[in-house]
């Protein structure tokens, strides 16, 4: 499934592929595709004879930026989009997902002068498209937060610590996958009240993000973690030989592990 990883893999195929290239034509046949007041007309309007300027991204969401200040676009992959530019699709093939390109699953695109294009893909419908998004409902970015941030938003909470890392209005960008590969590198079980974690265990959940976002951006994506082999019933822990718990926290099917993870 596509979380901050994902996103930025589609954002550097957009910045490498689809930059200084002028839109024809918007394509945007799903209405509720369009979030908060966007409609068809208007984004043709707003889109349609912009250039693409920069590609950006902040946790999840893709940002895109058009010429003589016109909007910026913003897209969100949901659990199952991708980005294809000129048919070439951003990423590894999603493991939760179709990866088929069934013309059906393209939910928005832009077709540009040259006759190359850029379409979001999603065959479960659960991404979005919206223009200038205010991207300060969005907490910083996963890969920029330190241990002082991450202590006091740890300490303002009683809820499980995986609700409160995979809050985005938080911390941008750690989805499921990710926040339980935080929580199995740090040792913390991630049904623990956020408040309860202690001086070290809050050092080691600030550390394990940064190393989580790194090592896993080198190895590929989201779906590269060191527990993922684990991620079935009844499997055992990867590290110590422990049987798994297979839980839900924070609305999320959870792994962890029963012995090291505390």
Known sequence: MP????????RVLIAERAL????????????WFLKRGLTAPAVRTALKGRTLIDARRRGKLLLVDTDRDGPTLAMHLGMSGRILVDDEAAGDPLLYAANGDNPAWRRFGLTFVDGGSLYLRDPR???AVELDPDEDRLGPDASTVRLPYVRALLTRSRAPVKAVLMDQSRIAGLGNLLTDEVLFRAGVDPARPADSLRDDEQRAVARAIGTTVRTLTTRGGSHTGDHMVARVPGSHCPRDGAPMLRRTVGGRTTYSCSLHQR
């Open 125 to 127: 419908r659960l991404g």
């Open 20 to 31: 200084h290239r002028e839109v024809a034509k918007v394509y945007a046949p799903d209405a």
């Open 3 to 10: 979380e901050m990883l994902e996103a930025e893999t589609a």
